[in-house]
């Protein structure tokens, strides 16, 4: 495995990074382990001000950081440094609000003097993170667990190898010792052997289906917990709308947020047959004028993807889709310039026997469904192995509540859609993983819930 910045708008090599050796797994194991028998006795108002320090330099430095990602893996500089505030608040939200999620918890005593319950850490945790949003991913991981008192050695993806060792810097500028954050530049094996070891008491994976059913299993195998978070085809169903034009456009920006590669964007748009015509049109008119080019410059609503090769993935599902028969209103086509870009995409006509159905197409590409009443799309929603998040947009909102409530989903939203926020859990069911992050239920998933029990 190669750690490498190859900047997606260009292709351009700009720099590699060295892959640990199997002698400096064990030292930071190690280092690890050494430094969680200090960090958990750390006084919490002194975790708190490295948390409230790490987000003022996550705001100190957004633009330098942005164009970081930039580079990386092609994210629109205003979209980095939308994720950029994000990641300082989450940071902010645990150090107002962790205190008090960790207090000593009063039990009923059931005839004992006193039962109570404790959140305590449980150890050194291994991290691996995705590249589609660098920053953030990492703050719903590392916020949480350093507050509890937990050390976290941090594999971020290969394409990231240099904002990762910047939020290394951050943490350690910020207070945080030096080895209760570790960066590492692992292979995945060396990452397996991480999780085998004893010394590592738990593991997060944001990735794909296959990398957290391999994390899973060696996991499982030495009786570690796990959390994982898998990826989404996610529905937006819409039910009725005042202004189908407006209503398109919000929907293309959140398809098209990231160049399309988020985990929980709307990916199938499952729309009213009233609707559907008019949805279609005005979203190919929005979806075609969208300006797709260089992720530094601020006038871009769309980068590159990745690279090349998710690149060529995407467009060979759209081409795949349509010489099955569904049929493309714009875009789908690698554009003829140098790096990894391709020109967004509106498809229709996609069936159940269709390879794009099942997929999850992460890239730029909505998807539109005709529906002729809530029952069909329900059923239409839920009808893929993912279940991460959707969302229900209506002027009835105690219809759209209804039928969100139907959704076998981890998240589901009436009239919004794709919304994180510290205060509120993420994560989802099905194939989209298990386990949740942010609010009082990321404190909760590397815990022990310590019972204390007095007798009378």
């Not at 509540?401 to 099905?430: I, Q, W, Y």
Request: glycine letters at 8%; charged letters at 20%.
């Amino acid at each position: 495995m190669t750690y490498v910045t190859e900047n997606p708008a260009t292709g351009t090599i700009e720099r590699t990074f060295p892959t640990m050796s199997d002698a400096e797994v064990e030292d930071v194991l190690a280092r690890s382990a050494a430094a969680y028998r200090e960090w958990k006795t750390t006084p919490i108002d002194d975790r708190v001000r490295m948390l409230r320090a790490t987000a003022q330099i996550y705001r100190d430095r957004a633009q330098e950081l942005a164009g970081v990602i930039a580079t990386e893996m092609g994210k629109p500089i205003n979209q980095g440094m939308g994720e950029l505030a994000l990641t300082a608040i989450i940071y902010d939200w645990y150090a107002e609000h962790g205190p008090a999620l960790l207090e000593t918890e009063e039990l009923d005593p059931q005839g004992a003097a006193s039962s109570t319950v404790t959140r305590e850490p449980v150890g050194p945790l291994l991290g691996i993170m995705p590249w589609n949003f660098p920053y953030y991913q990492v703050a719903r991981f590392a916020a949480p667990n350093l507050l509890l008192g937990n050390t976290i050695v941090l594999k971020h993806a290969p394409i990231c190898a240099a904002s990762s060792a910047l939020m290394e810097q951050i943490a350690h500028d910020a207070g945080v010792p030096k080895d209760a954050y570790i960066n590492v530049y692992a292979s995945n094996e060396q990452a397996a052997t991480m999780i085998a070891d004893k010394r590592i008491q738990g593991v997060s994976l944001t990735g794909s289906g296959r990398a957290g059913a391999a994390v899973a299993q060696t996991a499982a195998q030495h009786l570690k917990k796990s959390v994982l978070e898998l990826g989404g085809s996610d529905a937006f169903i819409l039910l009725d709308t005042p202004d189908v034009s407006a209503t398109a456009a919000g929907a293309a920006a959140g398809r098209m947020m990231n160049c399309g590669q988020a985990c929980n964007s709307p990916k199938r748009f499952i729309v009213h047959e009233d609707l559907y015509d008019d949805f279609v049109a005005a979203l190919t008119e929005t979806v075609s004028s969208m300006t797709v080019g260089d992720p530094t410059d601020p006038a871009t609503r769309v980068g590159p993807l990745s690279s090349v090769a998710a690149r060529d993935t995407v467009v060979q599902q759209v081409a795949e889709a349509v010489a099955q028969g569904a049929t493309l209103h714009t875009g789908g086509q690698a554009l003829d310039r140098p790096g990894a870009f391709m020109a967004p995409a509106v498809l229709t006509g996609v069936t159940p026997e269709m390879n794009a159905y099942r997929e999850e197409v992460f890239g730029p590409v909505a998807m539109v469904f005709s529906v002729s009443d809530d029952d069909q799309a329900v059923d239409l929603a839920n009808d893929v192995d993912y279940g991460l998040s959707g969302s229900v947009w209506s002027t009835d909102v105690e219809r759209a509540s209804a039928v969100a409530d139907r959704l076998d989903v981890g998240m589901a939203m009436v009239n919004e859609h794709g919304t994180s926020l510290p205060g509120l859990p993420f994560g989802g069911v099905k194939a989209s993983g298990y386990g949740r992050e942010l609010g009082p239920w990321g404190l909760g998933e590397f815990a022990n819930l310590r019972l204390r029990r007095v007798a009378k």
